[in-house]
């Protein structure tokens, strides 16, 4: 009888047990159709899991503060003299004036320097024609990062191209220099410094060169030029500033997560894409395909790169019927390409569009609003 009493208490503070835990009780699991609540929500937003273990929290998704900029384009020929000149014009935010005043005078500055070149040169300079295009990209992550992609021939055996930017904090019109960005710039500069000089070591194969090259980095002391170009902010410099003309502009990518702690919440960006509309990426779910031996390798997604233009266009067969007339395409990817030398050839190129192809490898297309 004890151990009867013994064995029926058991039982029952196991059973108590159990129900208290919930392992006993004759749950089903959910169906394959059945979402809890906060997996449909998860779902619905197409949002990724938590990171788990990292030591620093994910960057917010960048989200527009600031309305597009409307845009106005130059685009002519005046004697020997051709311009292709975009320029945006923003609006809404403090800072805004500032900004347009700066992007107008250096396109300003930079023409007339052109023509005092041409008339520099006289009969003889008229031969040849001078050209000067300046065209845009932006970006609006906490700060609003603009950036003008310059190029300018003045005679000789090649022209010059170079990059200025001006990086805006669109909630003060405070502009941000590169120290500026930094609560501890002391201790950042050197960090990012060694990365740049990582990247140059990974180009110049030449010792001397890359000697050459350090001392000019460390001359800045951290007064770099930079941009924000999607997950990255990229410190830039100009042709011959530390590599020769051939390796042109040096852009040096530092992926925005990886930077020190910043007096300015920058904010993750996508990738950018490599077809832009008025500094803009564009929401095409193909990009352009790349390969090697000049623009007859680099190919476009059409139709839908000619629409971007105001083109019609339909491909058809073997095709792209653009204009009443009709240019090969190449089938990859689940779609059709053609090459970017016929693209060119057909692109609207007047007061009120434009497109540029960079040595970055970006296809840019401006349309004015009329």
């Known amino acids: 009888m004890k151990y009867m009493l013994i064995r029926v208490c058991a039982m029952m503070l196991a059973v108590c047990l ?13 169906s394959s159709g059945t979402i809890s609540s906060s997996q449909n929500s998860s779902s619905n937003s197409g949002s990724q899991p938590d990171l788990v273990g990292s030591s620093q929290a994910p960057l917010p998704e960048a989200q527009p503060t600031i309305s597009a900029p409307t845009i106005s384009i ?8 051709q311009r292709k000149i975009v320029t945006p014009h923003f609006s809404g935010f403090p800072g805004a004036d500032e ?30 024609t001078l050209f000067y295009q300046s065209v845009f990209d932006y970006q609006d992550s906490g700060l609003l990062s603009v950036w ?11 022209g010059m191209s170079w990059v200025s930017s001006y990086n805006v904090n669109p909630e003060t019109g405070e502009f941000y220099e590169f120290r500026d960005l930094f609560r501890n710039p002391e201790e950042a500069i050197p960090e990012i410094t060694d990365k740049i000089l990582s990247h140059l ?37 100009q042709p011959y500033d530390v590599a020769p003309y051939a390796l042109g502009i040096v852009r040096v990518p530092v ?17 950018r894409r490599t077809i832009r509309v008025n500094g803009r990426d564009t929401s095409l779910n193909r990009n352009m395909m790349m390969g090697s031996g000049g623009d007859t390798a680099v190919l476009l997604p059409v139709p839908e790169t ?57 296809l840019r297309i401006y349309t004015a609003e009329t």
């Not at 835990?21 to 749950?27: R, V």
């Open 201 to 237: 070591k990974n180009i110049l194969t030449d010792e001397s060169l890359y000697e050459t090259a350090s001392e000019a980095v460390r001359a800045l002391d951290g007064n770099y030029s930079y941009y924000l170009d999607g997950e990255n902010l990229v410190v830039y410099f």
């Open 255 to 271: 992926a925005l997560s990886s930077l020190p702690d910043m007096t300015v919440a920058l904010r993750a960006a996508s990738a």
């Open 306 to 362: 000619a629409r971007l233009c105001g083109l019609q266009a339909t491909v058809k067969n073997q095709a792209c019927q653009i204009g009443g007339k009709e240019y090969p395409v190449t089938y990859a990817n689940g779609g059709a390409f053609m090459t970017l030398s016929d693209f060119l050839a057909i692109a609207p190129d007047d007061s009120n569009h434009l497109v540029a192809y960079g040595s970055d490898d970006v």
């Open 18 to 30: 159990c129900l208290s835990a919930g392992g006993c009780t004759n749950q089903e699991a959910p």
């Open 74 to 81: 130059e685009n002519q020929t005046e004697g020997n003299i």
């Open 148 to 158: 003008l992609t310059n190029e300018t021939y003045t005679g000789g055996a090649h």
């Open 99 to 128: 900004l347009n005043a700066k992007i107008v005078a250096e396109q300003q500055d930079a023409m007339a320097d052109l023509q005092e070149t041409a008339a520099g040169n006289g009969s003889a300079g008229q031969a040849s």
